[in-house]
């Protein structure tokens, strides 16, 4: 009798292992996909019908970043539980023509009327994770005008239009959102106008039920039509500006009006002879270079993929990452110096990033045995130690 149980554990095990590969017949044994080979034009996103809208833009004359405009918009739509034009947005865009990597920071920054003695004098901790309170300028919109300006070759308008048409005719939610989306809804539909634009009387929708939300393509219409400034000065910032107004929130047509995103130098890090590029703070996209840095000084050829060691290695390496990440990140204009001057700022990144900086943090993983606790590095090149 007691070796039913110890089978069925066995089997348990092995058809974990197994499901981690699916049913691969060759290649490698983790990967649950064979690679995509394109001879001319590549598109990826976490939606089947946003990419073919990306090959399509490109078949049609368009550039990448139309593509990649296209794309943002369809997800927006599609996985809302994701992303949105009430978003940030981050893009590094390689130049062939130039040969020059470009960087932009999208991001926008918290209401100007919002402050973290407010938080402090309302009994705040922490910054709550819904709701009004947390909800800083949306720098998507601008963003995809921005890189549009630059690299596009179709109208904004074009790029817009299968979205649109999407939000009008509808389209089949798929099962992974649609879990997420119902898991949302009990937390999100506290708040004013929620339950109106993402449910279907009060309740997400359903795994291949179709979804329209034609107030987002009058939205996208209106800035097909009328460009940037109709999100960030006309129209619809005033009705931004009202909805927080009514609901306890900081956003204004002001944050909106002034706000700006801004071109940046990539930053990068040589790993085992291959350049990785990361844009600097105030996003956290360094703390990968980082940990690159960190696991080159390990000799992964005598460590099992998948080991414990292997394992060991890597989450250790994040630990210490993620520390200067939650210390030393910070926005570059709002670091102890001179406004406008990011000497020590630019400073601070160089040597995160750098490798002597990894060799110092690298002696601090212990090979048998995890830290619980890490402590954030020192910045020698710099005389102060921000915070965010």
Known sequence: ???????????????????????????????????????????????????????????????????????????????????GIGGDLFAIVWDPKSKKLHGYNGSGRSPKALSRQWFAQNGYTDIPPHGPLPVTVPGTVDAWFALHGKFGRRTMAQNLAPTV????????????????????????????GFTEQFTIDGRAPLKGEMWRNPNLANTLETLGRDGRDAFYKGDIARRIDTYFKANEGFLRYEDLATHAGEWVEPVSANYRGVDVWELPPNGQGIAALQILNILEGYDFSKIPFGSAEHVHLFVEAKKLAFADRARLYADPDFFPSRRGDRSMSDALVQRLVSQDYADERRKLIDPDKAAKAVDAGGARSTRATPSI
């Open 1 to 83: 009798m007691k070796v039913m149980p110890i089978c069925l554990i066995a089997s348990t095990v092995l058809l974990a292992g197994l499901a981690q590969a699916a049913d691969r017949i060759t290649g490698l044994p983790f990967a649950t996909r064979s690679e995509v080979i394109a001879p001319e034009t590549m598109a990826a996103t976490s939606h089947p019908l946003a990419t073919q809208i990306a090959l399509e833009t490109m078949r049609q004359g368009g550039s990448a970043v139309d593509a990649a405009i296209a794309a943002n918009a369809a997800l927006g739509l599609m996985e809302p539980t994701g992303n």
């Open 165 to 192: 048409k999407y939000a009008r005719d509808g389209h089949p939610v798929h099962e992974v959102i649609a879990y997420y989306w119902g898991r949302s809804v009990p937390v999100l539909s506290k708040w004013p």
